[in-house]
């Protein structure tokens, strides 16, 4: 059994007076409406009511899959959601979802785009080049100027590798797969097992503004074999990998 905890709240009479008249006349309890608050709070991307019709779709669904899915203990599962679905027990909705993260913020999905399309033509910039030219671009510029993967010990970055995952899944950026280990497998995204999400950002800033400048001038821009960086605008990026409030990064 699960324990619960306590928590003690202090309202004045009024405000608990029109609490209780409003439990009542829903045919609930106070304790009931605020642990279904509570939870509308830490699920917020949970509807919190289901009409008719979404409810028994999704029951129809769980009924398909009591006699299809492949799990053979899946079933009790399933035959649950029927009930609640079907009883309107909106408080166990949140079992229909769990498994669906909360939406990208805007500006994430663009941005790994971004990651990828930089190194996709930072690194192959820096295999041409030989060794006298590399320690023109920075030192240890291959190893600083590498895709490392993001840190899954931090949330957010944790759900930007998830994204790489999938893009590179999907065959694009080919030129990367080699970093997400065996293609005949799920690509796996590396574990930086720091943060990389900050450098990254100053690393696209700085290439951006060298494709904007490229692209002024009517200079080509693309991936491995069109359009390399040459080895004053690798700098450009070599020196965004400082971070901005240290000597070197």
Known sequence: MVEMASVTIRLDDEKRDELEQLARSQGSTVSDMLRFAIDGLLR???PRSLDMVARRQLALLHE?????????????EHRRAIKALSGGYT??????????????????????MDILDM??????SLARLDEAALAEVGEGA?????????????PREARLARFAEYLIADERWANLAHHFGDKTDEPNCPNSHRKTADLYERM???????ITARSAVGQVRGASGQGFLDVSELRKVYAATRRPDLPVW
Do not use: C, K, N
């Not at 899915?69 to 899946?74: E, I, T, V």
């Open 44 to 46: 917020r991307d949970v």
């Open 64 to 76: 398909i899959l009591v006699h299809v899915d492949s799990d053979p203990d899946a079933g009790d």
């Open 91 to 112: 408080s166990e909705y949140y079992r229909e979802f769990y498994s669906i993260d909360t939406e990208f913020p805007p500006g994430d999905g663009p941005l790994v």
């Open 119 to 124: 190194f996709d033509l930072v690194e192959p």
């Open 142 to 154: 291959r190893f600083v100027m590498e895709f490392v993967g993001f840190d899954y010990q931090d």
């Open 204 to 210: 696209v800033r700085a290439y951006q503004e060298i």
